[in-house]
């Protein structure tokens, strides 16, 4: 990102020059590398400050020119206060009229200084919420810190994000127990670069419970039909067992335009006794649990990898659903893992065992942590 120069919030020198959405720019006289998704760091004394050395200012030269009676009938201060501010600024000119800290002299640290370390990293390396980190730091035992001391730090290093206003969605919803209702849904087409010029167009299908979010399977396939979803389909029934429902969209794989026809898809589930759930037309938020995956594989996978072969899709994306099932905490479920919801399956990580953007990281906090 470019370098720019601002006088004021939000007034560039150039008039012409385009605003950058979801960056902060500082002023006055600042020359500043805008971070994207910055904001202003919270609890600024700037203008308070210079608003009281003004009021000091004017004090002290009224009564150098008109006199002390003349500049305590402005009404701004006291006797001692004004014999005070005299001295000060007869000793240190204006920067002695600013005003002094309120409490102690030093501030005492409330976590120590790996801590601070540790989370700056993280978010540096998975751009996870403050949320998340607090969560994740308490369940893997490697601290226990709140929310607004994350903030606080993000404020402090420039790398907060603001809170985008969120949209009024559909009405939230949630089975009681596992295997009563899955969601399933077809994403694509996405292309894997085999060589220069040469594609592989892909779809992944996903299906996800539910009451626990687990992600009962994830695969990766060369074409859109439902012959392969379907062996799948029942290869993920023998494993997980047999919903009582199933939602779709109103993908072609699932169903067809005309009423009361089934399609193989459908035929297949009235054989096995699923009762087969389709989302209303142009809702996806009906089947939002599943929609919501998908942001996520997006944002922590498909973003982060390129693969060169649909070998490497398809081992990406094992290893991938096995993180999500087993060792990553969801927050829609009480920032739990979406096996210990499913079976009970306990969370045992501890550390940065098993997060793929910070397992590396993993003798240097158990190093910190010797040390502390």
């Excluded at 500082?26 to 805008?34: C, D, H, Q, S, V």
């Amino acid at each position: 990102m470019d370098e720019i120069r601002v006088t004021h919030h939000g007034h560039a020198n150039d008039p012409r020059r385009r605003w950058l959405r979801n960056t902060f720019q500082e002023g006055p006289g600042f020359r500043f590398l805008a971070t994207r998704g910055g904001r202003v760091p919270s609890g600024g004394r700037g203008d308070a400050d210079i608003t009281a050395i003004r009021r000091r200012a004017r004090c002290v030269r009224v009564a150098h020119e008109e006199g002390i009676a003349a500049a305590l009938a402005l009404g701004l201060c006291s006797r001692a206060s004004l014999f005070r501010w005299q001295l000060a600024y007869a000793a240190g000119g204006l920067e002695a009229l600013r005003p002094a800290r309120r409490g102690p002299r030093t501030v005492t640290p409330v976590h120590p200084l790996w801590v601070e370390q540790v989370v700056i990293a993280v978010r540096l390396l998975t751009y996870w919420n403050s949320k998340r980190i607090v969560a994740e730091l308490r369940r893997r035992e490697i601290a226990s810190v709140s929310e607004g001391w994350v903030e606080a730090l993000f404020d402090r290093f420039g790398a907060s994000r603001p809170s985008l206003a969120s949209r009024v969605g559909g009405p939230r919803y949630e089975r009681r127990a596992p295997n009563e209702l899955w969601h399933i849904d077809v994403k694509g087409p996405f292309f894997i670069q085999l060589a220069p010029r040469q594609y592989l167009k892909t779809w992944i299908v996903g299906m996800l419970d539910d009451h626990s979010r687990y992600l009962l399977g994830l695969r990766i396939q060369s074409d859109a039909q439902a012959a392969p979803i379907l062996t799948w389909l029942r290869d993920c029934i023998e494993l997980c067992g047999k919903p009582l429902d199933l939602m779709t969209d109103n993908g072609s794989p699932f169903v067809v335009w005309m009423p009361g026809v089934l399609t193989r898809f459908g035929k297949t589930l009235r054989d096995l006794e699923i009762r087969h759930i389709r989302t209303q037309v142009n809702s996806p938020w009906t089947n939002g649990k599943i929609e919501r995956f998908w942001g996520t594989l997006q944002l922590e996978v498909l973003d982060r990898q390129v693969f060169r072969s649909l070998g490497d899709a398809e081992s990406a994306l094992a290893q991938y659903a096995s993180y999500f099932n087993y060792h990553r905490l969801s927050s829609a479920i009480g920032w739990l893992t979406p096996a210990e919801r499913f079976d009970g399956t306990p969370f045992t990580d501890r550390g940065f065992a098993h997060i793929p953007a910070l397992e590396h990281l993993q003798p240097w906090l158990a190093e910190l942590m010797a040390a502390a």
